[in-house]
């Protein structure tokens, strides 16, 4: 008798789905067809970023034109100036990014200049301002080319870090859910950030998550690490 190994065709395996692993296709230019929603991720857990770069990674492998804005990311002495996530997103076609924070957090006392961060906070949400105008001009029904500029356009646009921004008063709260509700309506707004709860996105927002901390191992004295944190 011949073994199920033995009849089934290379590759195949006796189990859910066959046990293939697909291959990867090329990223060719492609428009979503069900994107326009607002998703946020809070919470004093580690992830909040994480999820919204693994979605945006997930976007731009199917072709769509991604871009992440992030306010107050400028992190401490341990992080390196060049984050992991930069290099992937500059190695990922149809996935841009831009930074309009520094070195420190505001009200952190690591020598960081508040005024700094207040201007840099105005900074960063006025650009959001011209890539939603931009997004609201374009045809988000079309593709665009990967290596368009953000202000051609594009299909999911991530606010790393606005939240806390907003939960420090560095952007009114209120901004923040006037921009939702004048985005364009097939532009995905991704929004993260912030260990207090932003209730006041409640009545705006789709989708809200809350990363929770059980355990974390910068409370036992571990600095961020290369590769994990950074």
Known sequence: MTSNSEADPPGHRQTPGGGVTPEARPIEPAAPNEFGLVQ????????????????GFRAAGHGYRVHMLQFMKGG???????????????????????NTGHYGWHNMADGSREADHESEADAGF?????????????????PFALDSDPEAGVHMLILDEILYAAD?????????????????????????????????LTDHADLISEISKHKHPIDAGQRARSGTEY
């Open 40 to 55: 946020a991720f809070w919470g004093d857990g580690k992830g909040k970023t994480t999820a919204a770069m693994g979605m």
């Open 76 to 98: 401490a002495d341990s992080v390196d100036d060049v984050r992991g996530e930069y290099n992937a997103i500059a190695a990922t076609a149809g996935f841009s990014y831009e």
């Open 126 to 142: 006025e650009r959001t301002q011209e890539l939603v105008a931009a997004a609201a001009n374009a045809d988000l029904t079309t």
């Open 168 to 200: 420090r008063d560095l952007v009114a709260p209120e901004a923040v859910c006037e921009l939702i509700e004048t985005k364009p309506d097939a532009l995905e707004v991704v929004l993260t950030g912030s260990h207090a709860e932003p209730t006041y």
